[in-house]
């Protein structure tokens, strides 16, 4: 049976808050025919499958659709493959070579804004408005909702809301830290969901690398859907 690691991503204060993620780091024992009906069933916003942890060559699904890139993925599967087989260099998902460094107990990893899932951006005039969300306003299903908590600081509050991508609210979502930062121009210090924190900041080759905490929750063989 394949062993999965069950992590937390993007972890705020005192390791609280962060997104579940999935990872088999022996993914090629799983075959491709399988990978989608795994992600659904799991049921996190997203599961990996490394197939080859010394060259970082990684997939990613979330439970409706298999994607070429996203945020807490990369970030997350960096920090595992070095605590359980070797730090790399860069993680290669289909989407393209993603550079990943550690610091300060926090892990980087950084990716191009239009490598990112397609994602609208609504300002709001208040942290208070954003949240007082009940779910994502009508008519749209992939959509980060953001106020400035410290416009000088760069900190932002956000939400987002992927019913595209099979996740009715996503708890911190790299990839749109990723067109957020480029979109200002700026580093960001984003607070998203329950309790989690998101670090971004522009790259000069147009790149944006995000970074954050990573927590390991379980570890456990997986023997399929109960």
Same mark, same amino acid.
């Given at each position: 049976?394949?062993?999965?690691? +069950?992590?937390?991503? $993007?972890? =705020?204060?005192?390791?609280? /808050?962060?997104?579940? !993620?999935?990872?088999?780091?022996? %993914?090629?024992?799983?075959?491709?025919?399988?990978?989608?009906?795994?992600?659904?069933?799991?049921?996190?916003?997203?599961?990996?499958?490394?197939?080859?942890?010394?060259?970082?060559?990684?997939?990613?699904?979330?439970?409706? +659709?298999?994607?070429? $890139?996203? =945020?807490?993925?990369?970030? /997350?599967?960096?920090? !595992?493959?070095?605590?359980?087989? %070797?730090?790399?260099?860069?993680?290669?998902?289909?989407?393209?070579?993603?550079?990943?460094?550690?610091?300060?107990?926090?892990?980087?990893?950084?990716?191009?804004?239009?490598?990112?899932?397609?994602m609208e951006f609504v300002q709001v005039e208040s942290a208070a408005k954003v949240e007082a969300l009940e779910g994502s306003p009508e008519g749209h299903d992939a959509l980060g909702v953001w106020a400035w908590l410290d416009a000088v600081a760069g900190i932002v509050r956000e939400r987002v809301f992927a019913q595209r991508y099979g996740i009715a609210e996503d708890e911190a979502t790299g990839s749109a830290?990723?067109?957020?930062?480029?979109?200002?121009?700026?580093?960001?210090?984003?607070?998203?969901?329950?309790?989690?924190?998101?670090?971004?900041?522009?790259?000069?080759?147009?790149?944006?690398?995000?970074?954050?905490?990573?927590?390991?929750?379980?570890?456990?063989?997986?023997?399929?859907?109960?």
């Amino acid at each position: 049976m394949p062993e999965l690691h +069950v992590l937390r991503v $993007f972890c =705020g204060e005192g390791g609280s /808050g962060g997104n579940p !993620l999935g990872v088999f780091l022996d %993914g090629s024992e799983v075959g491709a025919e399988q990978r989608q009906g795994i992600a659904d069933e799991l049921g996190f916003s997203e599961t990996v499958f490394v197939d080859d942890a010394e060259h970082g060559e990684m997939r990613i699904f979330t439970p409706a +659709v298999e994607l070429s $890139f996203a =945020g807490h993925p990369v970030v /997350g599967t960096a920090w !595992l493959l070095a605590r359980e087989r %070797g730090a790399v260099a860069a993680l290669r998902p289909p989407a393209g070579e993603v550079p990943v460094r550690t610091e300060g107990g926090l892990t980087y990893a950084a990716g191009r804004p239009e490598w990112s899932p397609p994602m609208e951006f609504v300002q709001v005039e208040s942290a208070a408005k954003v949240e007082a969300l009940e779910g994502s306003p009508e008519g749209h299903d992939a959509l980060g909702v953001w106020a400035w908590l410290d416009a000088v600081a760069g900190i932002v509050r956000e939400r987002v809301f992927a019913q595209r991508y099979g996740i009715a609210e996503d708890e911190a979502t790299g990839s749109a830290a990723i067109i957020l930062a480029s979109q200002l121009g700026r580093e960001l210090d984003i607070h998203q969901g329950a309790n989690s924190r998101i670090l971004a900041r522009p790259l000069d080759d147009g790149m944006v690398e995000i970074g954050g905490r990573v927590e390991l929750d379980e570890v456990r063989e997986y023997r399929g859907p109960t």
